[in-house]
């Protein structure tokens, strides 16, 4: 049986000389594992339609026995072309697509969730990427799991902070204030300064990327930013860092100077 859907990519590797296998997530059949075959031959029909993060058309033949389903068509619908330009914004990109790689099980229909990766996607393709960015995507992809942080109010009282800082639990996924804390200290904290808190709940609450963008972030809001939903992602969806981290160190360097052919050495 042949099915067709959109698909965006995920990852994708050679299974042969000539072959690969392309992860694709789907809003009706969620990731998923196709196989292209004579994809890399130089008269390929799919030459050019598939890379990564593009959005396609695809049309597959369902699995039978024991191995890949085979595509059989795909057209590029979005190909995002700046996000082969855009260093920065690649890097979240590629770190968008593994964090759901590695969070959405196969074959789990997720329809908010492909809406949501289309949406960053453009969002970063148009925009850039910057650690607020990030963060921001990150924030909605955790609220589409049901697993959103508690940042406005303490979690056993639900009193506004009264302190500058303030221990954020990253095993029960909120904070606790000074009086509650009283009453057995939290689990795995890490101190957050409640401005960075603060800015967490607005961009939690917002429905455009836009308010992160535009927000200024001092050194100590920046590095909780860096921090808690890292932390918060690894520790609840037992995720490696390392893609994470990865990313932030690319967002971290600054680009090269351009060189002037007329400039003289020595």
């Keep these: 049986m042949i099915l067709k859907t959109p698909a965006v990519v995920l990852r994708q590797h050679p299974y042969t000389e000539t072959s690969r ?3 694709w997530l789907t809003p009706d059949r969620g990731r998923l594992n196709t196989l292209i075959k004579g994809a890399l031959r130089p008269k390929s029909a799919f030459l050019g339609q598939v890379d990564l ?3 396609c058309e695809l049309l597959y033949y369902t699995k039978t026995g024991d191995g890949l389903p085979i595509t059989r068509e795909c057209t590029a619908l979005n190909m995002r072309p700046t996000l082969r330009d855009d260093w920065r914004a690649c890097a979240i990109a590629s770190y968008l697509t593994s964090l759901l790689s590695r969070a959405i099980p196969e074959k789990a229909s997720r329809q908010d969730v492909f809406d949501w990766l289309e949406a960053a996607l453009d969002d970063l393709a148009a925009n850039g990427g910057s650690v607020q960015a990030m963060c921001w995507h990150e924030l909605k992809f955790l609220n589409l799991l049901g697993l959103a942080p508690r940042l406005e109010r303490c979690r056993q009282c639900n009193r506004a902070p009264n302190e500058q800082e303030v221990p954020f639990s990253i095993a029960d ?9 009283n009453n057995g200290a939290p689990r795995n904290v890490v101190w957050v300064p409640v401005t960075a808190l603060q800015r967490l709940t607005e961009w939690q609450r917002s429905d455009s990327p836009a308010i992160a963008r535009n ?4 050194f100590s809001q920046q590095s909780a930013l860096e921090r808690i939903p890292g932390l918060f992602l690894a520790h609840h969806l037992d995720l490696s860092p390392a893609p994470r981290a990865a990313a932030l160190d ?8 351009p060189v002037d052919p007329e400039a003289r050495v020595g």
């Design 173 to 181: 996924g909120g904070w606790l204030c000074a009086r509650c804390r």
């Design 215 to 218: 927000t200024r972030l001092t």
């Design 21 to 23: 296998v392309v992860t």
């Design 250 to 257: 690319i967002l971290a360097r600054r680009p090269p100077r």
């Design 53 to 55: 993060f593009y959005t």
